[in-house]
């Protein structure tokens, strides 16, 4: 019996099935090649066991004691290889490899199963409580996509950053609508994107079973917004100066900044109050004009921002005075009056070397003496580095007040 390590039968046979299909089709199509899935993928055997992806020690650990020596050989030299090597790899191993059905499932029962559910774990924390089908959809999802993609940044991966929000808030109704979003990357005769379809319809199963509260909810979950459309709206509303809406990264966390942006921007243009995207809402963004700061804020300055208590001039007004400290100048220390401080510098170093060399002092003295002066120039160099990096932060904070981007 194999061990499942926590996760249902049933998504643990969805994902054998998207990976090879069945037992005769591995044994027909699979069982003598490896294959070149695409991409940035590497050659691929038994059930969907990336070799390109593991280190020769790996594949030996987890394949050593299932093949003969000849055959380990083959698989160890495809660690590594991605892209074109690996395409080039599987057509010159092509008739040498015999991966029987037994030993993949052994190996991805045994090795892959419990590897991608620690690494769901460490980029989706709390997926390990969720119900057995709960949890074996996202591994799934993992699997098939990488389970970084729960903290990559960009667009791509929008829906899983919302997932790994959902387990940790608890929020799972929301899950299978995110799933079914992912479909937007594919086209609608793409296996992906049914396989996305049936993980969805899993996860669901898997509330109803282990977490009924949260599947009472799924009928009340409005669907989750195409994350294209998301950064659009984003995008605009940075434009017309609702800079709260934070990054631009194709979500709609419920309670969140692009959410509060959304509400605001609605209320100061007569819309409905609700925190979802519609096409009114889409609309409006087109026609509306961007808000108008207050000329008082549009002439703000360091001292007015410093008069209100801003921790960021603080910060920067310290840090000028201890870097003033070191070069010995004011803390309003200007460009040309950097230009002027170096000139006198070096024009101090050259006069400090021909008076020394003046007093008939050794050679060897002098270097030394040059030396420690050369230290306390280098010293005030620092000081004047750290101050014009806290006046150019002190000069965008400004920059960022007069357009009204803090407040």
Known sequence: MLDLHGISRASFDLVVAEEVTSQPVYERRYRHVLE???????????????????????????????????????????AGKRGEAAAAYCRATRGKVDIPWDVALDVFANHDLPRYLEVLERYCPGAGRLGPDCKGVLWSIAFNRDAAGFVKPNQRYAEMREIRACVASGDLARIPGLIRSMQRLWPKTSGLYARREREAKLFEKGLAEHHPEEHARLEHVAPAPDPDVVVQVQTRLRELGYFDAGAIDGQLVPKGRTEAAILAFRHEHDLPLVPGIDDDLLAALVR???????????????????????????????????????????????????????TDKATALSGARDAVGGLGIPPAAIVWLLAAVVVLVLIAGLGV???????KIETKRVADYRTGKNT
């Open 288 to 342: 509306a004009e961007p808000r108008q700061v207050s000329e008082i804020r549009s002439q703000a300055t360091a001292k007015d921002l410093r008069e209100q208590g801003s921790e960021t001039i603080q910060i920067t007004d310290q840090v000028k005075g201890w870097a003033g400290k070191l070069f010995g100048s004011s803390s309003t220390l200007g460009v040309g009056g950097l230009l002027a401080w170096v």
């Open 385 to 391: 580095l750290v101050w014009f990096v806290a006046h």
């Open 36 to 78: 070149y899935p695409g991409e940035s993928s590497g050659p691929t055997g038994g059930i969907g066991y990336d070799f390109g992806a593991q280190t020769k020690a790996q594949i030996r650990a987890d394949w050593g004691d299932k093949v003969d020596a000849a055959m380990l050989g083959v698989l160890v030299g495809a």
